[in-house]
Each structure stands twice: as C-alpha cells, then as structure tokens.
C-alpha cells in the first residue's frame, strides 16, 4: 500500500529553470506528477528524482498541498480542469509556483473549496527567497515546505501582491534609468575607471542606508549641503550646458518633494 504522501506537483513547460523544484525539501516529500501526458510526468519524475507519474488530476487527491508549476497562458486551462475534477477541494491547497500572476487566477479552486496562495522569487543573491500570498492555510504550507528546504519566505497580507509589484517597479526598475543617468554626469565630468566604480558604490550604500533609516530629513543629498541660491546656481548652469538633464531634475525633485511633504505630513498625523 503506498504511503499518503503530502505533496503533489502540475507541471507544464521547462522545469529547470525553477528555483522551487530544486529545493531539498521538494525531492523529500513529492509524490503525484501530472503534466501534459503520462510519458512527460514520467521524464520530470526522472527528472528531478523524486515523485510518480499519474494519468488523472484525481489521482491528486493522496496530497495535501498541490504545486502548480505551469505558463501563464496555460493557467486558466488547468484551473478548469481541475475544478471539473473529482477532487476533495476543501481538503486541499493550491499554491501557484513562481509568476506574477495574481493569486485571483486560482478564484475558481476556491470557489470549489480549496485553499489557494501563489509565490514568486525574489532577488535573492545566495539564498532562495521567495513571496507569499494568498489564503492562510495555503500559505502556511507552502511556508513550511520553502522553510523545510532552507528557502527565506516572506508573507504578505492576503490580496496585497500589487503592492509588492508596485514595490519590485519602484526598487528594482524605475531606479535604474537615474543611475544611468547619474553615471553619465559622472563620465562627462571626468570621472573613470576604478574611481567612478567607487563613487557610485558609495552613494549606492548611501542611498540604501538613509532609505532603511526612513529619514525624511536627508534625502536631498546635495539639496541639504548647500544654500538655495547655490543649487540654483546649479540649475542654471545645467539649463545651458544640457537642458534635458535640468528638466528631468527639476521635475524629479519637484515630484520628491510632494511625495516626502506627504509622507511627513502623514507620520506628523
């Protein structure tokens, strides 16, 4: 008789590049594979060494937690073939497994019963990380199985993944235009090699340090360390010698203002 076995696994689509697959705790405790056909659950079983291929989203029912590890555009798919399966839901949790699809994707599954969450990985430098949200039975699953294979999680309130999108856009990808930038005024004035490497490291650290602090009294850098005369000065200067670069400051800093007015105003509240 085979052992009632905790974890079950959807997988459609390249599997090597997933971070959650690799982890140690997935090979201990996997069992049922379904993909696209019997022979493919048989390949990823191979694969990543652990579970058993099935035929039948049925067959899911000995887990307890369910992986879905599948393209995006293939997702409403197989939330309705599942849901027109005879699976036990209210026993079950579904976690969607590293995409940015919203964890509403798997409405359907909870409609029928089950508990539903989604992942997605994080930037982490050497230690798998990953972002959690959804119903709290879901979560907390998938919390312990991450935990389980020494992967960081980080949980957020259910419904707030917008807010961590918001977050990655604000963090990871709008800086990136300025720090181009910056290193462009850098290079016009001269600054090279090993030194302009250095420099940017250093406001680099500068910025992370007063972000953490939440200081909403030194983030004008330059702004704070001379007169308002002396940065319009500046201003002038950058008006003649390259006008799209004063009109984006000016606009940035314009735009900083009202958001730390706020913020102050708000804390103050």
């Known amino acids: 008789m085979r052992k009632h076995l905790q974890l079950g696994l959807v997988l459609e689509g390249n599997a090597t ?27 990823v079983a191979n694969f990543l060494k ?30 309705q073939e599942l849901c027109l399966s005879e699976l036990p839901f209210q026993q079950l949790s579904f976690v969607l497994c590293e995409t940015w699809l919203l964890t509403e994707a798997l409405a359907p599954l909870r409609k029928s019963g089950a508990q539903v969450a989604s992942l997605v990985a994080t930037p982490a430098a050497v230690t798998p990380s990953f972002v959690v949200e959804g119903d709290l039975p879901a979560v907390r699953l998938i ?20 807010l961590y999108f918001a ?13 181009q930038l910056g ?14 490497s250095t420099l940017l490291e250093d406001m680099g650290r500068q910025l992370i340090d007063t972000a953490q602090k939440g200081s909403r009294v030194n983030w004008g850098g330059p702004l704070l360390e001379c007169t308002n005369q002396t940065a319009e000065q500046y201003f002038a200067s950058l008006e003649h010698d390259d006008p799209k670069l004063a009109a984006s400051l000016k606009d940035l800093v314009k735009w900083a ?13």
């Not at 919390?143 to 917008?162: F, H, Q």
């Not at 290193?183 to 302009?196: F, T, W």
Request: charge should be positive; aromatic fraction near 2%; avoid cysteine.
């Open 167 to 179: 977050a990655n856009l604000l963090l990871r990808a709008l800086p990136v235009p300025l720090l």
């Open 50 to 79: 652990a579970g058993f291929a099935i035929n039948e989203y049925k067959e899911l029912e000995t887990a307890r937690l369910i992986l879905l590890r599948v393209p995006d555009s293939v997702v409403p798919r197989v939330v």
């Open 143 to 162: 919390r312990r199985l991450l935990e389980r294979g020494e992967a960081r999680t980080i949980e957020l309130r259910p419904g707030t993944k917008p």
């Open 183 to 196: 290193q462009q005024a850098l290079r016009d004035a001269g600054v090279s090699g090993n030194q302009l």
């Open 17 to 43: 590049a997933s971070s959650v697959l690799r982890l140690k705790s997935v090979a201990n405790e996997l069992g049922p594979i379904k993909s696209s056909g019997l022979q493919v659950a048989r390949r």
């Open 257 to 269: 203002r009202l958001q730390m007015a706020q913020r102050a105003k708000g804390h103050s509240a």
